[in-house]
């Protein structure tokens, strides 16, 4: 402002003196120095105002005011807050570290040239392509197969591998599915890959082809067994066989009629039939004092030609055992029956008895209802039994201590009923008795 002096005449300019305490002055009329508002609310809705005085309240002049400075400021929020910070960048991550344990798999096969052999003329040999993200490193695995005779194992350690004489290497973007690689001039055919892999190429824009079968070789494929077929005979199997008739047995009572030879006789034996591998066994049945050594078993288990010198002249029988090729045909249950006489070994035997689980047998599976046994005794043998007779009580000892001296040479002590003596223990019976004499006083 312009100061009046007493010399009107010369007005002094405040704003060209130094900005020293003395030289300037406040005007105390001046209160309000806050800025007036350029917004209003008509209606809830936000409208430009024009202000009528600048800070300090002085008056505006109406050509002072600029259209610029009454904009809104939510327009522009730099000019009322400022410019915005800039976001931080971002961390720097290596390669080492971001694809770090990320393996890139890819299955193929190469074809390997053998010479001098009638029997091939190439091998295939499938691989596995290991390549890694962090360094851009390519391995070649062939896996490992027992007893090929090939070594196998890694055939190219883990490195960056040239792709041509440019200085390029190869990259993952150069692999697909259905391409040749070529890997220090050896031809690698890519056939599939695993999930992750195809998902990071799909990821990165690179459109896969289908999957292909790696072939087989056809030297392994002719060295590869063929597969066993099973042959059943019949319906019924050995196993169910097995599982079926394990422990039931046949048994059969016989007599062994060896009259014809010198000094033979009739022995009485017992035939077991084994149903679970159709084998047939003979025990002699011995008896007291009958001055035969006691060897219980006649004939042993095994199975039972029914002819077996029914073979071919040039099977030589001194030294080999019959089998199931050289024999036509072997006992069945179905060629035992109650009073047959049977031909095994060059020996006759003559069935006359079974016991009841071969009855029941007998009727499930062949329906025979009527086993009858036979008496096989001989008329003198019934006439020694009927016959024998026990001389009278001496009254010496017990009666069943003279009684083992009948029955054997060398007597033995009778055998105590002990079912008896433990049921009638502490039980005795009491009677009461008169002396019955002629004479009345000595009643």
């Not at 008895?353 to 062949?366: A, L, N, P, Q, S």
């Not at 002990?418 to 002629?438: H, Q, T, W, Y």
Request: charged share 25%; aromatic share 12%; net charge negative.
């Amino acid at each position: 402002g312009l100061i009046q002096h007493q010399f009107p005449s010369r007005p002094v300019n405040m704003a060209s003196l130094p900005f020293l305490p003395g030289n300037t002055f406040t005007d105390p009329t001046k209160q309000q120095f806050h800025r007036n508002q350029t917004l209003k609310y008509t209606n809830g809705y936000a409208l430009p105002k024009k202000p009528l005085r600048g800070i300090g309240g002085e008056l505006l002049p109406p050509t002072d005011i600029n259209p610029a400075e009454l904009e809104v400021p939510d327009a522009n929020p730099a000019l009322t807050y400022g410019q915005a910070r800039p976001e931080p960048p971002q961390d720097f991550v290596p390669a080492h570290v971001a694809f770090d344990k990320k393996v890139l798999l890819f299955g193929g096969y190469f074809k390997q040239t053998v010479h001098e052999s009638r029997d091939e003329f190439y091998r295939i040999r499938p691989v596995k392509i290991y390549y890694y993200l962090e360094d851009d490193s390519i391995s070649v695995v062939e896996p490992v197969i027992a007893n090929s005779g090939i070594p196998q194992g890694k055939l190219i350690k883990r490195h960056r591998l040239p792709k041509n004489d440019l200085g390029e290497f190869w990259h993952w973007k150069d692999f697909n599915i259905g391409i040749d690689l070529i890997f220090y001039g050896k031809v690698f055919h890519v056939c599939h890959c695993d999930k992750f892999t195809e998902d990071f190429m799909e990821s990165e824009g690179i459109v896969l082809n289908s999957n292909e079968r790696i072939p087989n070789d056809p030297y392994a494929e002719s060295r590869r067994l063929p597969v066993y077929q099973y042959e059943t005979p019949s319906s019924f199997d050995k196993l169910k066989q097995f599982i079926e008739m394990d422990r039931k047995v046949l048994r059969f009572y016989c007599i062994w009629d060896d009259r014809d030879s010198m000094f033979g006789e009739m022995r009485a034996c017992i035939l077991h039939y084994y149903l679970v591998d159709d084998s047939v066994e003979i025990r002699e049945v011995h008896e007291p004092n009958d001055g035969r050594d006691p060897f219980p078993v006649l004939l042993r288990r095994q199975k039972l030609p029914k002819d077996r010198y029914n073979t071919k002249e040039s099977f030589p029988s001194c030294v080999l055992e019959l089998t199931e090729r050289e024999v036509d045909s072997w006992f069945s249950p179905a060629d035992f029956a109650m009073g047959k006489t049977l031909f095994m070994n060059g020996r006759k035997f003559l069935i006359y008895d079974c016991d009841e689980f071969t009855r029941r047998y007998y009727f499930k599976t062949f329906g025979v209802k009527e086993m009858t046994p036979i008496d096989v005794s001989s008329p003198r043998a019934r006439d020694a039994a009927a016959q024998r007779t026990f001389p009278p009580y001496n009254g010496f000892g017990l009666p069943e201590d003279s009684l083992q001296n009948c029955l054997s040479l060398v007597p033995q002590p009778p055998k105590k009923d002990f079912i008896k003596m433990l049921e009638n223990d502490g039980k005795v019976l009491r009677f009461s008795a008169v002396m019955d004499s002629p004479h009345p006083e000595d009643a």
